[in-house]
């Protein structure tokens, strides 16, 4: 008889590599053909609704690591919840209108100037379809779960037509409103921007201190006497209109060299040294106040420039008087209206000096800077010019720098409604909770919302203008165009004149010939997405508003959160989310930002084809994503060894429980012995926590909490002294049935609990449990709490063993250091005890030399007759030694007994009745 033929060696068809890159496919292709999604979605037809709903990603360009995090993370929670009782339908979303999109097609030789502009959005759209089909293909590749053949996309006519409703709302409530102010403005994109399209960069600048000569005092200055102003914007001179003053500072008159100068008393002592006044004296103190209407003259500019009171003037840096621009300024703006200045802005839409500025028409405004401070070297105005580097706003899209320009613009009031916005904030719950704050000082902050753009791609703002100029938005021309869009698309605003846009016999009191005009901007495309609540949330009948979570990256607190609020707040008085999530970026393993510049970018469809989607999931899971983020070779390497561990597990479990039947094979739990009610407990606490993390979204913790438990609760652990039982004892012998109770368990909660983050290599385990009756684990439920009896009592003295357990195992090592053994089952283990240790033990069931792996255990009370060598710890000493007897040539056991049955001489008492029992004939 060959005895490793009576052995119950693990059997499975479960593969011990996964073989993502090819295996993941086939995976989606069957969940594709089952229609899986519409199957989950109706299993869950009656349950609550949980709606996370889709931010929607730009559709231009491959996707990188922060879009695989953003769907992954996604992905997990709707997964989850579509197993934790609730309906969770996913509809992704696209963000398709915008200036990158048009770059796109200039880089690709399209000439727009050439086409009309309904010809060139026509390209526009194909552009992003194919982007979005591209990205589509990436998200699903990653194994999101979505309705994917019915997204959202913003171009789509229904969204278009809805989004026209939000703008018709927000106008009838009086919060759409043009006006001439300043905007930023980007000379690089020839388009108006809004705040959350501005990023800060460093810039160098020239600093400059120029003189303006007072030519009426109103008996506060000598006529003569120069103000001093310092600008970092030389080219806004020509554009000068005023000086501000603040009339709450003291300002002094200085003499140098036979003339004077103003400036505020705080900052004479830092001005002297700078513009080398050292022979400077005072010789007059006035305030602010009193400067009120003084007049000076512009340095080159036969034209007078005013001085006005304004507390945006400080002490803080510069001169104490403020150059003033109102057409490049907000304060500037503000202060100039109030004072009847002229907005003044003699730049066109590339930046360019008009002829409103006599000597530097045609010039680029950076290119001016040089040509103004020769200027004014030139009519002896300038009195130091210096290069400073600075933080400066610049085009998010194009990283060039933006300025501030007088146009005329439609703009979304925030002050109307801030307070309502505010309120909405402090209802919302954020994580992080930092989130509030962040939003809510924001839009504390935050001027009137500049929404037309100077573009072609994109939602035309829904207005017309009759003949005397008067703008026209009612709920007839609104529901209309609507209509109009739903059905046509808003591609039919630049195919057809404004009289065949507005409704069969529209009339007008400003238009007594019935004749119209249209507007040409279109909106910030942050309307477009900030529409999404009205477009997806309401218009699709199985979705609500308010969503219960918004989850994106932390740069959208300033985009797509912000905008999302204030339409929402604007048309419902509510903000359109329950809870907001964020997550940080995406950086490469030594904390950078990736670029391709740096060379250090890493794209998911590459990891993917390497690792496998499921990797890169783990790899999510394992991440505190709500700070910044890294990922690198070596960080893959060790999530693809943790993934490794898991599957091992699983096959390990699987191997074991091939030959059992749940209904007829499994063991109570009252009737399973303590060691099997412990892992039991210790599985119930693991579902306990795990579940827990998930409703928190806290996925690194669930990573590190399964981790563990296979590792230590299981690998190190229970499914290594059970060797000694599934592969030894006979198929049906309760022991061996009890273990394997618990391994089917074990496989089962894990695979359960691991589905959202692991989706195709946990339908890969389910579809290796026969018993199961799902088609797919994503159609089942997330595993309850059991709450076993007497937890506290088999836990408290389960968790002592394991811990003289680890001093055991600790005396092995030394032991084979020593080379007193070589493997732990030729060792003998004698256990001193205490009092405490001893009573723990006696309470105790179980085969402590199997449990331990060795051959032999003895259990002596009294730490005294313990060896001086002995390992001692938590209240034992252990000695080792080499086991007596022969090694059992069927279990590996070192024993005594070996040979005593006669007719198999090599074999322990314990496997000779085994074989004689079940397997002699």
Request: glycine share 6%.
């Amino acid at each position: 008889m060959e005895y490793k033929d009576t052995l119950l060696m693990p059997k499975t068809e479960f593969p011990m590599r996964g073989n993502l890159p090819n295996k993941e496919p086939e995976w989606q292709a069957k969940w594709e053909e089952m229609d899986l999604y519409d199957q989950i979605q109706q299993k869950n037809a009656d349950k609550p609704t949980f709606i996370l709903h889709d931010g929607p990603p730009y559709a231009n360009g491959e996707l990188h690591m922060g879009h695989a995090m953003n769907k992954v993370i996604k992905d997990m929670i709707v997964r989850q919840k579509s197993m934790s009782g609730f309906r969770s339908p996913y509809v992704p979303g696209w963000d398709t209108h915008g200036l990158p999109i048009e770059q796109a097609l200039a880089n690709k030789g399209v000439k727009r100037k050439e086409m009309s502009v309904a010809e060139f959005r026509k390209l526009c759209a194909e552009y992003a379809y194919k982007q979005v089909d591209i990205q589509r293909a990436g998200f699903k590749r990653l194994g999101v779960t979505g309705e994917w053949a019915n997204p959202y996309i913003t171009l789509q006519p229904e969204y278009e037509a809805e989004q026209i409703k939000v703008f018709g709302e927000m106008a009838k409530k009086g919060y759409i409103y043009k006006g001439k102010k300043p905007v930023y403005w980007s000379p690089s994109s020839e388009s108006a921007l809004a705040e959350a399209e501005i990023e800060y960069q460093d810039k160098k600048s020239a600093s400059i201190f120029v003189a303006f000569k007072v030519t009426d005092g109103k008996g506060a200055l000598e006529e003569g006497t120069n103000i001093v102003i310092w600008t970092t914007t030389p080219w806004t001179i020509p554009a000068n209109m005023g000086i501000t003053v603040n009339p709450d500072l003291e300002y002094v008159v200085v003499a140098v060299n036979g003339e004077k100068f103003v400036v505020a008393e705080a900052l004479f002592p830092s001005l002297r040294e700078t513009l080398g006044w050292e022979a400077a004296e005072v010789v007059k103190t006035v305030r602010g106040a009193e400067l009120d209407r003084v007049v000076t003259r512009h340095p080159f500019y036969d034209r007078d420039s005013l001085v006005m009171n304004g507390g945006h003037a400080t002490a803080e840096a510069g001169t104490g008087a403020v150059h003033t621009a109102p057409g490049h300024g907000e304060d500037d703006f503000i202060i100039g209206q109030k004072y009847g200045l002229e907005t003044l802005a003699p730049l066109d839409d590339r930046g360019v000096f008009t002829d409103e500025a006599p000597g530097f028409e045609g010039v680029f405004y950076d290119t001016a800077n040089k040509m103004v401070t020769e200027k004014l070297e030139e009519v002896g105005a300038l009195l130091k010019m210096e290069f400073i580097t600075h933080s400066y706003p610049h085009d998010w899209r194009t990283k060039k720098p933006v300025i501030f320009r007088a146009t005329p613009q439609w703009f979304a009031s925030i002050n109307a409604f801030r307070q309502e916005l505010l309120d909405a904030v402090q209802g919302v719950t954020w994580t992080p909770a930092w989130g509030e704050t962040r939003l809510f000082n924001m839009v504390r902050d935050r001027g009137d919302w500049v929404i037309s753009r100077q573009r072609a791609w994109g939602v035309p703002l829904p207005i017309f203008y009759a003949e005397n100029g008067d703008s026209i938005i009612t709920d007839e021309t609104i529901n209309h165009v609507s209509e109009l869009f739903r059905e046509h698309g808003s591609d039919i605003w630049f195919e057809r004149e404004a009289k065949d846009l507005l409704p069969a016999g529209f009339t007008h009191e400003g238009s007594p010939n019935g004749e119209f005009t249209k507007e040409n901007d279109i909106m910030d495309v942050w309307f477009d997405s900030g529409s999404s609540h009205q477009a997806v949330l309401e218009a699709r009948p199985y979705l609500n508003r308010p969503a219960d979570l918004y989850m994106e990256g932390s740069d959208q607190y300033r985009g797509w959160f912000n905008s999302s609020l204030t339409t929402s707040v604007a048309i419902s008085g509510e903000a359109p989310y329950s809870n907001v999530l964020s997550h940080g970026f995406a950086l490469d393993g030594d904390g950078r930002k990736m670029s391709k510049s740096l060379g250090n970018t890493m794209l998911p469809g590459k990891v993917i084809n390497q690792l496998g989607a499921d990797i890169v999931r783990l790899w999510v899971a394992s991440v505190d994503y709500q700070a910044d983020v890294r990922i690198s070779d070596n960080i893959l390497k060790q999530v693809s060894e943790v993934y490794r561990k898991i599957r091992n597990t699983m096959r390990f479990l699987l191997g074991n429980i091939s030959d059992f039947a749940p209904a007829t094979d499994a063991i109570a739990y009252e009737d399973l012995r303590e060691v099997d009610q412990y892992l039991l407990i210790k599985l119930d606490e693991l579902v306990k926590n795990v579940r827990a993390s998930y409703d928190k979204y806290e996925f690194s913790t669930i990573y590190h909490q399964i981790n563990n438990f296979c590792t230590v609760e299981l690998s190190q652990f229970y499914m290594d002294f059970a060797k000694d039982v599934v592969y030894i004892e006979a198929a049906d012998s309760k022991d061996r049935r009890a273990m394997q109770t618990v391994f089917h368990e074990a496989v089962v909660v894990l695979t359960k609990l691991l589905a959202p983050i692991l989706p195709h290599t946990a339908d890969e385990v389910w579809s290796h449990l026969a018993d199961q009756d799902a088609a797919s684990i994503h159609l089942t439920e997330m595993p309850e709490v059991k709450h076993y009896p007497a937890t506290e009592a088999i836990t408290e003295k389960w968790d002592q063993f394991m811990q003289i357990r680890d001093v055991v195992q600790k005396a092995l090592e030394e032991a084979r250091n020593e080379k007193i053994i070589g493997k732990s089952m030729l060792a003998k283990v004698t256990l001193f005890v205490d009092g405490e240790a001893k009573q723990l033990f006696d309470s105790l069931e179980g085969d402590f030399a199997q449990l331990l792996i060795v051959s032999d255990f003895e259990l002596v009370e009294g730490l005294e007759g313990a060896p001086a060598n002995a390992v001692k710890d938590h209240h034992v000493a252990v000695a080792i030694t080499v086991a007596e007897g022969e090694t059992c040539e069927r279990c590996r056991v070192v024993k005594k007994d070996v040979g005593e049955n006669h007719d198999h001489p090599t074999l322990c008492k314990r496997c000779a009745d085994i074989v004689v029992e079940n397997y002699q004939n």
